[in-house]
Each structure stands twice: as C-alpha cells, then as structure tokens.
C-alpha cells in the first residue's frame, strides 16, 4: 500500500487560509468516508483533527475543515495562526482492511 | 482524562524480538479499537496494526505482518504489540493509539501515546 500522496510543503501569512491536498486512489481516499487529518509539532504526538472527511473533535477550532472529492481530499485552515505551523498528515482506510497515512505536509506561517 | 503509556522499547539486534505494552486508563478500554502508529527518525508517519475492541479481529501492514501480533488484554487496559524478526527499518518511535470507534476503521485515533523508541542495530 503506497503512502497518500501531499505537498511536501505549504506555507502563508497570519489571517490568511491555506489548504493541503491528499491524493490516493479509489481503494483507499475515494471509496470510503475514512480519511482523517493529524497534526504533529515537533518532538510531540501526533494530534486528531479532522476525521471521517469532515468532522472536527471537540476542541479543535472551527479554523480547521475538511472535504473531499473523487480521490483526494482537503484540510482547509483559516485564519492562519503562528500555533498551526507543524506537520500535517492525512490517513484513510483502505480496501485491504488497513490504514494508509498521507506523505506528510509542513506548514508555515510566515 | 485520557491517558496512554508505551513501554518496552529499546536496542535489539537484527533478527531479535521486543514487546511493547500501552497502558491505558480514562475510558472503557474494551469499547474502543487501538492500533499502533510509528514514524522513523526524520519520517512520517506509517500505521503498523490495529486492533477491535474485543481483540477478536486484527489488522496488519504488509511491511509487518508474519512477523509482528498485535493484542490486548481488556481485564488490564492493556495493549501489546509483540515484535519478532526484528530487521533496521523497523527503528521507530512507536506510538499507541486509541480509536474513536470500536471498528478501528472510523473516527480516527483521538488520543495518542508519547510513543517509545525501538532501535534495531548490531
């Protein structure tokens, strides 16, 4: 199972929106409504914030959403603030039965 | 409060063998799917196995499987992860992970361990 596919990096300024993109295929992203989104700071565990597409855990600010259409899917911050520089990395469920996570994407806020 | 607790890892040679343990408190253990998450030195993250709640279904990445099992014993709130042929690539940190479900399938893992370092070298 090949790792999901995201940009290595993306990076804007406070207040302004950013998305990260996760590509994979009709077995994992596209066939089923299991994709979730992790964030990491260094040293540190990684962190629920989106899951099954587009729901959020309680806590985790409205800034973060997610969508997803055919085989890729999208975590959209807005409002970008200095604490969401990190790493990002989508998961999905597969066709296989296991998960497959994402390339990883850093983020910075400029 | 939630809380998740890795031990067991450390060195081993090629081709040794190491358990890791999670200990697990805050939430009723036998409800929730657990899996085990790890990311090498300067990597991403890789999904190693899972588990159901009831430990009667288990899941496995190509990369382990035949060589790792997964378990849990649900009277302890405790997760295992027994690792055998242990080769260089599997240096990692090893994460556990609770689900947000009881299929590990769905909700994602909403709480996650501080991890513990397996290091395999000669």
């Known amino acids: 199972q090949s790792a999901l596919t995201q940009p290595a990096s993306v990076s804007g300024s406070p207040g302004q929106s950013i998305t990260i993109s996760c590509t994979g295929t009709?077995?994992?992203?596209?066939?089923?409504?299991?994709v979730s989104w992790y964030q990491q700071h260094p040293g540190k565990a990684p962190k629920l914030m989106i899951y099954?597409?587009?729901n959020r855990p309680s806590g985790v600010p409205d800034r973060f959403s997610g969508s997803k259409s055919g085989n890729t899917a999208s975590l959209t911050i807005s409002g970008l603030q200095a604490e969401d520089e990190a790493d990002y990395y989508c998961?999905?469920?597969?066709?296989?039965?296991?998960?497959?996570f994402g390339t990883g994407t850093k983020v910075t806020v400029l | 409060e939630v809380q998740l607790l890795e031990s067991g890892g450390g060195l081993v040679q090629p081709g040794g063998s190491l358990r890791l343990s999670c200990a697990a408190s805050?939430?009723?253990?036998?409800?929730?799917?657990m899996s085990w998450v790890r990311q090498a030195p300067g990597k991403g993250l890789e999904w190693v196995s899972a588990?159901?709640?009831?430990?009667?279904?288990?899941y496995y990445a190509d990369s382990v499987k035949g060589r790792f099992t997964i378990s849990r014993d649900n009277s302890k709130n405790t997760l295992y992860l027994q690792m055998n042929s242990l080769r260089a690539e599997d240096t990692a940190v090893y994460y556990c992970?609770?689900?947000?479900?009881?299929?590990?399938?769905?909700?994602?893992?909403?709480?996650w361990g501080q991890g513990t370092l397996v290091t395999v070298s000669s």
């Open positions: 992970a609770k689900g947000g479900a009881l299929w590990f399938g769905e909700k994602g893992a909403d709480y």
């Open positions: 805050g939430f009723t253990f036998s409800s929730y799917a």
């Open positions: 588990i159901s709640g009831s430990g009667g279904s288990t």
């Open positions: 009709s077995s994992d992203v596209g066939g089923y409504n299991y």
């Open positions: 099954d597409v587009s």
């Open positions: 998961s999905s469920y597969t066709s296989s039965s296991t998960l497959v």
